[in-house]
């Protein structure tokens, strides 16, 4: 068995593999229409929001761009606080937009609190949900409530790339109006789709620009069931029928992927490792490389085991490793997972 440990992409849905062997469809045709209308009514209920939720072809990052470049016009006024590699990705995306960007810098392995974000003057505050750099999650409504305390009309946009389907989401709950995701982390469907979910707040406060990534125009052609260009329809169809499987036992899927993360945490602390995250999300384990063991060697032990796993990003590069279970993986492969963890621990930790 092949181990893929990373924090996307991950080990593919049985489901999405199924999705993935079926003939061609044409976009422009009632049965592709059909999918790509259940995938986006399957969407709404996982982001749980009443406004709408757009399939985007492409990755992550450019359903992050795409919610940065259409609700914000230049020269707005964000907050972006900075703590870890996907953060810093929205700062950019930001100032790349043209905002008046204000950057908040924090340790990266903390997440922004409360009193972090309530100050006044910003049209909107661009927040990473499960912050995968750090495997950190940070708490949206606490942080939502607070800026809105003092911005009445601001907009909160939220990445929840590797926190759809991993923890709980809720848009509108969470004072969100706007989040960013894709097909290859929770959903456990292949890389090529990027998802933004709209409020109903932010498809009033909508300030659509560009050409390919203009949301206005996708909104007209994805009530219809198409898209304004031609999309991954393959990969739409995959998401559908993993959303099809996993939705109507979402919470017993959460507490699955949270107690496998916990299994990786515990075999990790067991062997005296220290955690990255103050606050963990349950879509990835990141720990601080022991000491005196190179990140080379470490991926080295997985790789003779056939397992892949993600070292650090940014600031974090050569200090830390992350793995994750994020993918499709049951209860008994979780097991085996962590027993392949512990055999690597043993073979690099000094004997003591
Ligand atoms: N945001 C988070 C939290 C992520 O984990 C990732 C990918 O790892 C991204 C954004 C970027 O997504 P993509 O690599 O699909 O562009």
Same mark, same amino acid.
């Given at each position: 068995?092949?181990?893929?440990?990373?924090?996307?992409?991950?080990? %593919?849905? !049985?489901?999405?593999?199924?999705?993935?062997?079926?003939?061609?469809?044409?976009?422009?045709? =009632?049965?592709?229409?059909?999918?790509?209308?259940?995938?986006?009514?399957?969407?709404?209920?996982?982001?749980?929001?009443?406004?709408?939720?757009?399939? *985007?072809?492409?990755?992550?990052?450019?359903?992050?761009?795409?919610?940065?470049?259409?609700?914000?016009?230049?020269?707005?006024?964000?907050?972006?606080?900075?703590?870890?590699?996907?953060?810093?990705?929205?700062?950019?995306?930001?100032?790349?937009?043209?905002?008046?960007?204000?950057? @908040?810098?924090?340790?990266?392995?903390?997440?922004?609190?409360?009193?972090?974000?309530?100050?006044?003057?910003?049209?909107?505050?661009?927040?990473?949900?499960?912050?995968?750099?750090?495997? #950190?999650?940070?708490?949206?409504?606490?942080?939502?409530?607070?800026?809105?305390?003092?911005?009445?009309?601001?907009?909160?946009?939220?990445?929840?790339?590797?926190?759809?389907?991993?923890?709980?989401?809720?848009?509108?709950?969470?004072?969100?109006?706007?989040?960013?995701?894709?097909?290859?982390?929770?959903?456990?469907?292949?890389?090529?789709?990027?998802? /933004?979910?709209?409020?109903?707040? &932010?498809?009033?406060?909508?300030?659509?620009? =560009?050409?390919? *990534?203009?949301?206005?125009?996708?909104?007209?052609?994805?009530?219809?069931?198409?898209?304004?260009?031609?999309?991954?329809?393959?990969?739409?169809? &995959?998401?559908?029928?993993?959303?099809?499987?996993? @939705?109507?036992?979402?919470?017993?899927?959460?507490?699955? $992927?949270?107690?496998?993360?916990?299994?990786?945490?515990?075999?990790?602390?067991?062997?005296?490792? $220290?955690?990255? !995250?103050?606050?963990?999300?349950?879509?990835?384990? &990141?720990?601080? %490389?022991?000491?005196?063991?190179?990140?080379?060697?470490?991926?080295?032990?997985?790789?003779?085991?056939? #397992? /892949?796993?993600?070292?650090?990003?940014?600031?974090? $590069?050569?200090?830390?490793?992350?793995?994750?279970?994020?993918?499709?993986?049951?209860?008994?492969?979780?097991?085996?997972?962590?027993?392949?963890?512990?055999?690597?621990?043993?073979?690099?930790?000094?004997?003591?």
């Amino acid at each position: 068995m092949d181990w893929l440990l990373t924090p996307g992409p991950v080990r %593919l849905h !049985p489901k999405a593999l199924e999705a993935l062997a079926r003939p061609q469809l044409h976009h422009r045709t =009632g049965p592709a229409r059909e999918v790509f209308l259940k995938a986006r009514g399957l969407l709404k209920e996982a982001f749980r929001t009443e406004g709408e939720v757009l399939i *985007l072809t492409g990755s992550g990052t450019l359903a992050m761009e795409a919610l940065v470049t259409n609700l914000f016009a230049p020269g707005e006024r964000v907050l972006v606080p900075v703590y870890g590699k996907f953060s810093e990705r929205f700062y950019e995306i930001a100032l790349e937009a043209g905002l008046d960007v204000h950057r @908040l810098d924090l340790p990266y392995g903390r997440v922004p609190r409360p009193e972090d974000v309530a100050r006044k003057g910003y049209r909107g505050l661009l927040l990473v949900h499960s912050e995968t750099s750090t495997g #950190a999650l940070a708490d949206l409504p606490a942080l939502s409530g607070a800026f809105k305390a003092e911005n009445p009309e601001g907009l909160v946009g939220a990445d929840m790339v590797t926190s759809l389907l991993l923890s709980e989401v809720a848009l509108e709950a969470f004072g969100v109006d706007a989040a960013a995701s894709g097909s290859q982390k929770g959903l456990m469907c292949p890389p090529g789709l990027g998802f /933004v979910a709209l409020s109903p707040r &932010a498809l009033e406060g909508l300030r659509p620009r =560009g050409y390919y *990534l203009n949301l206005a125009r996708e909104l007209k052609a994805q009530r219809e069931g198409e898209s304004a260009w031609t999309p991954a329809i393959n990969l739409v169809r &995959a998401v559908a029928a993993v959303l099809e499987e996993v @939705l109507p036992r979402l919470k017993e899927h959460l507490a699955l $992927k949270a107690w496998q993360n916990g299994l990786l945490y515990g075999v990790g602390e067991e062997k005296g490792l $220290k955690g990255v !995250p103050e606050v963990r999300s349950p879509a990835v384990a &990141a720990f601080y %490389l022991p000491k005196g063991a190179a990140y080379g060697a470490v991926k080295e032990a997985f790789a003779r085991r056939g #397992a /892949v796993i993600a070292g650090g990003q940014g600031p974090l $590069k050569g200090r830390i490793f992350r793995l994750s279970l994020m993918g499709a993986y049951d209860r008994y492969e979780a097991l085996g997972a962590a027993a392949l963890f512990r055999e690597v621990l043993d073979e690099i930790l000094p004997a003591s």
